[in-house]
C-alpha cells in the first residue's frame, strides 16, 4: 500500500526558531512527494513537491523539504518559524499520479 | 490560469435531507477531479476521483455518490443524510503531479 504517516499531531516553536514537521512514506517505486497547508476552513494549499533530482526541495512562503531515501522521509523545514506559519500541515504521496494519499496532518503552532 | 469553485461554503442540512454540492474547473480540459472528506478538521479521506465524463471510482464505500457530467463539473450527492456525512468537503482538480484544491463546503448535518 502507498502510504505517508506523520507521526506528529502537534508541533509547538517559538517564533523565530527553526521548524521541522516529520513525515515518513511507504510506497513501492519511485514516489511522488508532497506538502500542503490548510488554514482554519479553507482549502488546502500547495507548498512543495519531490519528484525527482536535487533532494531538497525548496516552496512557497520559506519552507523547504528534504527527500530521504534511505530513512523514507520527506521532512518540511523552515529556518525561521513565524505566527503566521501556524496551521495545519499535510504530507502526501502519489503513487500512481491519479489521486493523493495525505497523512493525517500536523498542527503547527508558533507563539510569539 | 486554471480555478476552482466550490459551493456553497457552508450548509447544514437535517438528517434524511438530499445533498448536492457543485465543483467547477476552469481554465483546462479533461482534469481528473476528486472529492475529499476532512472530518474533525483532520485527515484527509479520498471519497471519489474521475479521469473522464461518466468515469468515477469510488474509494470507499459510504452514503454518498459523484457524478461528472461534463468535463469539468464534479457533483458530489446524497439521497439521504446521515449524522456520520457531516464534516468539510474538498474538490481537487489535479494533472499528474499535484492537486489543486477548491475552499471547501462545511457540512454539518443536524
Known amino acids: 500500500a502507498q502510504s505517508v504517516a506523520q507521526p506528529e499531531d502537534q508541533v509547538n516553536v517559538a517564533e523565530g526558531n527553526p521548524l521541522t514537521v516529520k513525515c515518513t512514506y511507504s510506497?513501492?517505486?519511485?514516489?511522488?512527494l508532497f506538502w500542503y497547508v490548510q488554514y482554519p476552513n479553507r482549502g488546502l494549499q500547495f507548498l512543495l513537491k519531490y519528484i525527482t533530482g536535487d533532494n531538497l526541495v525548496k516552496g512557497s512562503y520559506g519552507f523547504e523539504a528534504e527527500f530521504n531515501k534511505s530513512q523514507t522521509s520527506f521532512h518540511l523545514k523552515k529556518p525561521s518559524a513565524l505566527v503566521s506559519d501556524s496551521a495545519l500541515y499535510f504530507c502526501?504521496?502519489?503513487?500512481?499520479?491519479?489521486?493523493?494519499?495525505f497523512g493525517k496532518g500536523t498542527s503547527l503552532l508558533v507563539t510569539p | 490560469s486554471q480555478t476552482i469553485h466550490q459551493w456553497p461554503a457552508t450548509l447544514v442540512q437535517p438528517v434524511g435531507s438530499p445533498l448536492s454540492l457543485e465543483c467547477t474547473v476552469e481554465?483546462?480540459?479533461?482534469?481528473?477531479l476528486y472529492w475529499y472528506r476532512q472530518a474533525a478538521g483532520r485527515g484527509l479521506q479520498l471519497l471519489f476521483y474521475?479521469?473522464?465524463?461518466?468515469?468515477i471510482s469510488s474509494e470507499v464505500p459510504q452514503n454518498l455518490s459523484a457524478s461528472r457530467p461534463q468535463d469539468r463539473q464534479f457533483i458530489l450527492s446524497s439521497k439521504k443524510l446521515l449524522l456520520s456525512d457531516s464534516g468539510f468537503y474538498l474538490c481537487?482538480?489535479?494533472?499528474?503531479?499535484?492537486?489543486?484544491f477548491g475552499q471547501g463546503t462545511r457540512l454539518t448535518v443536524v
Open positions: 481537487a482538480w489535479g494533472g499528474d503531479t499535484e492537486a489543486f
Open positions: 510506497v513501492s517505486g519511485n514516489p511522488y
Open positions: 474521475s479521469v473522464g465524463i461518466g468515469q
Open positions: 481554465g483546462t480540459s479533461n482534469p481528473n
Open positions: 502526501a504521496v502519489s503513487p500512481t499520479g491519479y489521486a493523493l494519499n
